[in-house]
């Protein structure tokens, strides 16, 4: 058991899944001392709905992640279940996360030398419930790409699976003239929105990284 800042104390039972198989979300939560309990990534369909908007897209598959694993977990309760989603749009468009060359060449085409906008979305649920949900978004600005830039990028294989067709932890990173946002959040998950949740249901770490109540 810990003490909060207040001096009272916080006691949980609680353990953790992760509905995402992300390294690069796991990471983040290294970060703030977590090792998720279980890591059940959420097979859904992730089309837009029509005249969805980018945030409001983020922020509903977020959920439906999170409830998706969550109805698997009732007979673990004590489980909280952790789902997050990150959406890179241009204006109203919303791009895809890149399967083929193809596409993700045609996103960096699309960002070259302009401004865009990367909504992560995190929802959290337990016994079935939703406890706390947020949306970040950032703003994002790439340099003009020339064919050298794209080409060697595509190369890398980076793109694969990635939001906008590219990883801003990466490669791409010297592609990135300015961000206005959460650096965190753009790489997949908001760090200080994720800790401030957690702590919000008694799920916290000591400094040497033993999760409270374990």
Known sequence: ??????????????????????????????????????????????????????AQLAARLAHEKAAHIAGQM????????????????????????????????????????????????????????????????????MKTLDIHDIETYLASGEWQGKAGGYAIQGKAARFVSRIVGSYSAIVGLPVFETAAMLAGVGYMVTEDGERNGS
């Open 1 to 54: 058991m810990i003490l909060q800042k207040g001096g009272s104390p916080i006691a949980t039972n609680k353990r953790l899944c992760l509905a995402s198989a992300s390294p690069r979300r796991l990471a983040l939560l290294a970060q703030l001392g977590i090792v998720p309990d279980t890591i059940l990534p959420a097979h859904i369909d992730e089309t837009p709905k029509p005249r969805e908007l980018p």
């Open 74 to 141: 009732r007979d673990a309760p004590d489980m909280l279940v952790l789902g997050a989603d990150t959406v890179v749009s241009v204006g109203r468009r919303i791009l895809p996360k890149t399967e083929t060359p193809a596409a993700a060449r045609e996103c960096l085409s699309l960002l070259s030398g302009r401004g865009h906008r990367v909504s992560t979305g995190v929802s959290l649920f337990a016994d079935g419930a939703c406890l706390a949900e947020r949306v970040v978004t950032s703003r994002v600005r």
